[in-house]
């Protein structure tokens, strides 16, 4: 027991071992009752940022200032050329890596992300800073990189800068010691964060996590004991057993520890005597400094291979989350990603993911796998390090044997092997391990948020027969008709969702039922909900509803045009809805930007319901695109022949919530974005019901109701009613209910 103690105490790795594995253990005892661990976490997370856009930027220029001009050329001709050498490798993987995601249905519910306007990287801002200062307090790191590297190799040809550079070097010590002191933490902030995943995390989004695990796990073997190892032997008349008999125990070292700063002398000194063994460097080795000892230590200047590995993150979140990123934006992705990389990941992955609108709470789960993945990563930093420093040095002492058969032979094998790994890690998940797509359920599951025991209600199921009259007249304003009622009679569509549908217990639900419901509690009503026949969207087929005494509101809000006001009365309006399109996912790329829509011949959008400033707004947008009215279900237009039509027009509100009872569909939101004002239809002369309706309107926005109902239903952010996930002290023990 002594012994153990002793290791746990001399070892950071051990406690940290130790953390992570209570972690894991107090999250599946008391479920989610750790996430106020989460706080505690994010805390450790914030702490080891804090040193390193200073540290970039002094390590930069002490490392780069301290060399002279001719190892300063060498190094960054020959080392430069080697580093991109081994990038190419890692982006060629990178690329890869998505083939691997298995072939599982996946939606999601909206989110605002969709509806943001793009974002388009200027890469000129991005590497080419006017204001430094300006960069990084907003965290631009690749032009702090710029920067620090434009200062540090100023430095090269200034005389007497030895104390400076020494100045910029304790400063770099002193930020490194900065970090040692939190990472003295890290027991802690592992436990939290490990805690606080293990409550917190579902079942299911577990199975689709072990996918990238394994993904990593697989590549990051492959390139640490193959393509690397290999790669110096094709070059060099380095053995492989030579390699790996000399750097398998600072490997292991590395994997267990998942610290690459503690293996880096071992690593130089055994890297020299591959050298020296072969005889290569023997005619100057006593004469001159190795040129590894200047390589390997300004290497982690610059992301290694092994970093950059968990950029796979980027399109395995978006893919997660069932909007993979298209061959498009690949390009920004790994170059912002690359330059990015060149700081802390954690602060890249936060910029990658709303650079590409993905959802930034992904990053809670890219800390909980990076506990799994970096031990891998650094095996591959580690190897890594090894071989920039070997090739680099023999390219700079003219040693590098460049035999063409060796290497074509050597490029197939490693791509072969890659791609079978990929595929095959595919193949198994979508056949042998296939997810269950519960998302349709969750939508068609849920119940009213707010109104817990809600007013008696009747819910018709069969719509009034509308007589061909003229509007119901009466000395009586609607609102006093309602009250001496004390009935308010609300008109609702079938299957729009989610904003007015019968759920899986038959129950009407919707956030504007949810609306009613309120509405009517507030002002004391009875309630009772009637439906618009199926087929009913034109503005004069509803108004007869409404000024033919049928009903007194319609539910869902609908889109303010002046044609519309000409036969009814609208509240304010108190939200938008987006005009979107609901396609196959693999047309999703196509519908992504008007201009680029106006270019494809023979364009054909059904459009549910006759909506004249919908259709002139297409039709000014896409002029030589056909539009046609269509009366028919929007379920059965999902499940029509595609070749009917190329689209469907819907407000991206309702067209998320379609994709995810038929997730072979995909939301595509054009840029630039057409929102449209929504509110409420009254009758024609409702003047005061408008105003009361009005006041009651900013009262629900100001008190959180209406957000709350959105987020609820639009966004399916559903925590709050979810069962608490499983736990050892709920479901087992009983403890707690």
């Not at 201009?595 to 896409?622: D, F, M, S, T, W």
Request: hydrophobic share 50%; net charge neutral.
């Amino acid at each position: 027991m002594k012994k153990f103690y002793s290791a746990v105490k001399s070892s950071l790795a051990l406690r940290v071992l130790i953390g992570f594995i209570l972690g894991i253990l107090a999250g599946l005892f008391f479920g989610e009752m750790t996430s106020v661990l989460g706080v505690v976490g994010l805390g450790y997370i914030r702490l080891f940022q804090m040193p390193v856009i200073p540290y970039i930027f002094v390590s930069l220029i002490s490392g780069l200032g301290k060399l002279n001009f001719t190892v300063a050329k060498g190094i960054f001709i020959k080392g430069g050329i080697t580093l991109l050498s081994l990038w190419i490798i890692i982006i060629f993987v990178l690329l890869l890596i998505p083939f691997g995601f298995p072939r599982w249905e996946s939606a999601s519910f909206f989110s605002t992300s969709l509806v943001e306007p793009e974002k388009s990287i200027n890469f000129l801002d991005l590497f080419l800073p006017s204001n430094p200062f300006n960069a990084m307090a907003n965290t631009i790191i690749p032009s702090i990189v710029t920067f620090s590297v434009a200062v540090g190799l100023a430095f090269i040809f200034i005389p007497e800068k030895s104390i400076v550079i020494e100045v910029f070097s304790k400063l770099s010590d002193s930020l490194m010691l900065i970090t040692r002191w939190v990472a003295k933490l890290a027991p802690i902030g592992v436990f939290a964060i490990a805690a606080n995943a293990a409550g917190t995390l579902r079942f299911d989004d577990l199975e689709r996590l072990q996918v990238y695990i394994i993904l990593q796990a697989c590549i990051a073997l492959i390139l640490s004991f193959w393509i690397l190892p290999k790669l110096i032997t094709v070059l060099t008349p380095i053995k492989y057993q030579d390699i790996i008999d000399s750097v398998k125990n600072p490997l292991a070292t590395a994997f267990a520890t998942a610290n690459l700063l503690v293996v880096i002398p071992i690593l130089v000194d055994n890297s020299k005597k591959l050298i020296e063994n072969r005889k290569i460097n023997e005619t100057d080795t006593d004469e001159k400094e190795s040129p590894l000892d200047v390589i390997i230590p300004a290497s982690f200047n610059f992301p290694s291979m092994g970093k950059l590995l968990s950029l796979g993150f980027i399109p395995f979140a978006a893919w997660y989350v069932g909007s993979p990123l298209s061959p498009t934006q690949y390009p920004s992705f790994l170059v912002a990603g690359i330059a990015g990389f060149f700081a802390d990941g954690t602060l890249a992955t936060t910029f990658l993911l709303n650079l590409f609108k993905i959802p930034a709470d992904m990053l809670t789960l890219y800390i909980t796998v990076e506990i799994f993945t970096a031990r891998f990563g650094t095996l591959v930093a580690a190897m890594h390090t090894v071989v920039l420093g070997i090739l680099a040095t023999c390219a700079i002492q003219g040693l590098i044997v460049v035999r063409r058969k060796k290497i074509i032979r050597f490029t197939i094998t490693s791509i072969l092997l890659l791609a079978l790994t990929v595929g095959s890690i595919h193949f198994i998940y979508t056949y042998f391990f296939p997810s269950n797509y519960t998302k349709n359920q969750i939508l068609s599951n849920l119940e009213l948020l707010r109104v817990r025991n809600p007013q008696p209600a009747k819910v018709s199921k069969t719509p009034p027969i509308i007589e061909n009259s003229a509007a119901q007249k009466t000395s009586e304003s609607r609102y006093e008709q309602i009250k001496s009622n004390n009935l308010l009679r609300a008109c609702y569509l079938k299957d729009d969702y989610p904003f007015s549908y019968f759920n899986s217990q038959g129950d009407l639900v919707g956030l504007d039922v949810e609306m009613a419901h309120i509405l009517a509690r507030e002002l004391g009503l009875k309630l009772e909900f009637i439906p618009l026949e199926e087929g009913v969207h034109e503005r004069a087929e509803i108004a007869a509803y409404l000024n033919g005494n049928y009903c007194d509101i319609l539910i869902p809000a609908l889109a303010l045009t002046p044609q519309a006001t000409e036969v009814v009365k609208f509240t304010h309006s108190f939200s938008n809805r987006t005009l979107a399109f609901v396609v196959k996912d693999y047309q999703k790329d196509q519908f992504s930007n008007w201009q680029e829509l106006q270019k494809k011949p023979n364009l054909r959008l059904e459009i549910p319901g006759n909506v004249p400033y919908y259709i002139a707004k297409l039709k000014g947008l896409l002029p030589n695109a056909e539009v046609v009215v269509t009366k028919r279900n929007i379920r059965d237009l999902l499940v029509a022949n595609s070749h009917e039509f190329d689209a469907i027009v819907l407000p991206a509100e309702n067209a998320a919530a379609w994709t995810i009872l038929y997730p072979s569909n995909a939301v595509a939101v054009p840029q630039p974005i057409v929102s449209i004002p929504v509110g409420y239809m009254l009758p024609k002369n409702a003047n005061s019901l408008a105003d009361i309706i009005d006041v009651w309107l900013d009262l629900k926005q100001e008190d959180g109701t209406i957000t709350s109902l959105y987020d609820y239903w639009v966004q399916g952010n559903i925590e709050s009613v979810k069962e608490p996930r499983w736990s050892i002290i709920r479901n087992v023990l009983g403890w707690v209910k």
